[in-house]
C-alpha cells in the first residue's frame, strides 16, 4: 500500500522561525511500512576482545575502538593499533569518533573550547583536520580499500545541541570526509529526545545507518535498568517510520556493580534483549557492540557512570564468567543459526598444518588454516602464530609486529580481484595488507607501464569475483556475501 504525500519543510532557527514556515508539496510515493531485509543481527565488541569472544565460539563481526580530542594530545598509535588487530582478525572496525564529548554545546562548538578531561582546546577547524586524518589512519592500519564504520558523534544530542539545527550541516560535511574514503558512517544518536532528531534531517540523509545506545547502571539508572530492550526498540521503530534508514546500536552496555545482585539483573536485561530480538530486526537493526567483554578494573571512575563504569563485562576482571555470559552466548548463537557448543578446550599447536598460522587466532582444521568465526573453525583448538612477540606494557606503546605469512596461490579459490592481490591460506587480501606483508604477490608479473586507476563507479570492481556471490562494493571492493558490508550495500540498494 502506497499514499500521496507532501514534505514539510519548517525553518527551524529562532530567525526563520518568525517568518513563518514554508510547505512545498510533492507528487511522490511513500511506503505505509518500509520494509529491511531481515538477515541476521551481527554482532561486535571492543577490538581488544574479539580474539577472547572467538575463543568462546561466537562469530564476531565488530571491533570497536574509541577515538577523540585526547587524540591531539597522545597521537593515534592507540588507535591505530587497535584498527591493526580488528582487520587482522578479519572484523569490520567500528569508530566511535567522539570530538566534541562531555563538552559539546552551541557555545563550544561555534566559539572553541577546552576539553575537560585532557586539557586540549577544541574548535571546528580542529575537528575537520582530525576526521581527515582518521579517515586516513583507517586505511594505513588496513591497507588499500579498508573500510570501517564510522559513528559520528556518539550521543552528541545534549547541551542545547540536540535543537541547534547548523550542527546538522557540520554533521554532514564531516560524514562527507569519511565517504570520501570509502568508510560507512552511522549518525550517533543518544537514545532520548525522539522530538528533536528531525533538526538533523541532512546529517541523517548523509548517513548510511542510524545509531542508538543504551547504558544502564545501578548508580545513575536503577528505575529504568531494565529498560534496554525497549529503549532499542524504541528507537530503530522511529528511525524507521520517520526516516526509513536502518538502525546500528553502536554501544550497548548493563553494569553488574554491585554484586552479586545486579550480576543477576545484567544477565535478565541481555535475555530479555535476545527474546526480543526478531522485534529488532524486523524494525531494521543490523548490528549490535557490546562495550566492553570483560570488567577492566582500571577503568577510568569519573566518567558518568562512575566505579560501575568497571563492571560492564560479560566476564569478570578474573575472567570467571557472569551470569549474563551463558545467556549472552546462547543468545548470540542462536540469532547465528549455529547450535550453541561445548566450551573450546585449551589451545594447543596442532601438528597437522605444516606453515604456521597468518595470524593470532587462526584455527588449524584438517590440515588447512581457517579465520576465527569460519563454521569449522568454532570449537577448534587455536595455535600460538610463529614468532609471536611477548607483550609490549600498556606504558611503552611499540609498534604492532607482523608475522609474515606463508603465501599459497593454489590454496585460493577463484582469481585475485586485483593483479597484485595476495593470497593467504585459502584468502585473498588486497597488497598492503597487514597479513601481505612480506609476502609474494599471487604470481610474478613484468613491471607494467604506469596507467592512471581505474576509477570505481557505484557497484563497479576491478576484475572478476573471487567466488559466484560476492558482493561488489561501492568503493570498488569484492567482499563475501555474509560480510556485514555486503548486507548494509543490499539494504541500501
Sequence with gaps: MSIPFCTVELRRTLTRALRGASVICTLGVLMASPVFAQAPVLFGVDAKSVTRARSAGLPVHYGSAWAGAWNQKWGWGGVEKELQQAFAA????????????DDISPACVENGCMDRYHGVRKDKATWTRLSTDLAALILRAGGPGAQAIVVLETEFNKNGIETYEPFDGYLAEQAAIFKAAGHKVVLGFGSWGFAHWDTFDRAVASADMLGTTALR????????????????????????????????????????????????????VIREVFDRIDELKALGVLGIVFRMWADDPEFDVNNYHGVAERHWGFLRSDGSPKPAFAVLRTGWLTEAELQPAPMPPPTSTPSTCASG??????????????????????????????????????????????????????????????????????????PGHPLTIGAPTSAPTPTPTPTPAPTPTAGTCVGPAPVPGWVCLSNGGWVPPDHPLAIIRRTSD
Excluded: M
Excluded at 546500528?248 to 543477576?264: I, K, N
Excluded at 587462526?362 to 581457517?370: A, P, R, S
Design 357 to 430: 598460522a597468518p595470524a593470532a587466532d587462526w584455527v588449524c582444521v584438517n590440515g588447512g588454516w581457517l579465520p576465527p568465526g569460519h563454521p569449522l573453525a568454532i570449537g577448534a583448538p587455536t595455535p600460538p602464530p610463529i614468532g609471536t612477540p611477548a607483550p609490549t606494557p600498556a606504558s611503552a606503546p611499540a609498534a604492532t609486529p607482523t608475522v609474515t605469512p606463508t603465501p599459497s596461490t593454489s590454496a585460493c579459490v577463484g582469481n585475485p580481484p586485483g593483479a597484485e592481490w595476495v593470497c593467504v591460506d585459502t584468502g585473498w587480501l588486497p
Design 90 to 101: 578479519g572484523v569490520t572496525p567500528v569508530v566511535h569518533w567522539w570530538y566534541w564529548g
Design 217 to 268: 547502571s545501578s548508580l545513575r539508572d536503577a528505575e529504568t535498568y531494565h529498560s534496554v530492550a525497549d529503549t532499542l526498540i524504541a528507537s530503530a521503530r522511529y528511525f524507521r517510520t520517520r526516516f526509513n534508514k536502518p538502525t546500528f546500536v553502536t554501544d550497548l552496555a548493563v553494569s553488574s556493580y554491585p554484586a552479586p545482585e545486579y550480576e543477576t539483573h545484567q544477565a535478565a
